[in-house]
């Protein structure tokens, strides 16, 4: 079963669908491109075109969130990594945070993962500072297997009592 798949199985069941928001139409997928001068990572677009903003084990931006989104989130990283004297940054995507601040990357050529840390204006592989997968697809993965097995416990448990 693919990640896709996945991901719409595990909204189904779970009965979490809120958790997901609207969809991002084509031409707001059109406009993250425009605006930030990349072609968005081909996962991140079809996660956020079918889910929109979602928390899949990061609560991912997409085009339109309440309170911001990608392309506001991805600006203000530029500028941060410029104010850090970083360069060769333009083709990341600030996908998600961390909740301190610290934005989470995405390449939009792969599937890595980074975390830009806006107090010491570092980047580094999201794997080495959170020791999980390194990849969009790999923390998804991740994720939904630790849901679908804390679920089977919780299932579990419920036919002992």
């Known amino acids: 079963m693919d990640l896709i798949e996945r991901i719409r199985r595990f909204?189904?069941?779970n009965e979490i669908g809120e958790t997901a928001g609207t969809p991002d139409?084509?031409?707001d997928v059109a406009d993250i491109g425009q605006m930030l001068n990349l072609r968005p990572n081909p996962l991140y677009q079809k996660i956020i075109s079918e889910f929109g903003p979602c928390y899949?084990?990061?609560e991912l931006y997409a085009?339109?969130?309440p309170d911001d989104g990608v392309i506001i989130q991805t600006q203000w990283f530029r500028q941060a990594a410029q104010d850090a004297g970083l360069s060769g940054y333009e083709h990341f995507l600030a996908i998600a945070?961390?909740?301190s601040g610290d934005k989470i990357l995405l390449g939009a050529d792969s599937n890595?993962?980074?975390l830009f840390a806006h107090d010491s204006g570092e980047i580094l592989p999201l794997a080495q500072e959170y020791g999980c997968a390194g990849t969009l697809d790999g923390l998804i993965g991740e994720y939904l297997e630790?849901?679908?097995?804390r679920n089977g416990k919780e299932d579990k448990d419920a036919q002992a009592v």
């Open 63 to 65: 085009r339109h969130r």
């Open 112 to 114: 890595e993962l980074f």
């Open 56 to 58: 899949l084990g990061l």
């Open 146 to 149: 630790e849901e679908e097995n």
């Open 97 to 99: 945070d961390n909740g």
């Open 25 to 27: 139409t084509p031409q």
């Open 11 to 13: 909204f189904a069941e």
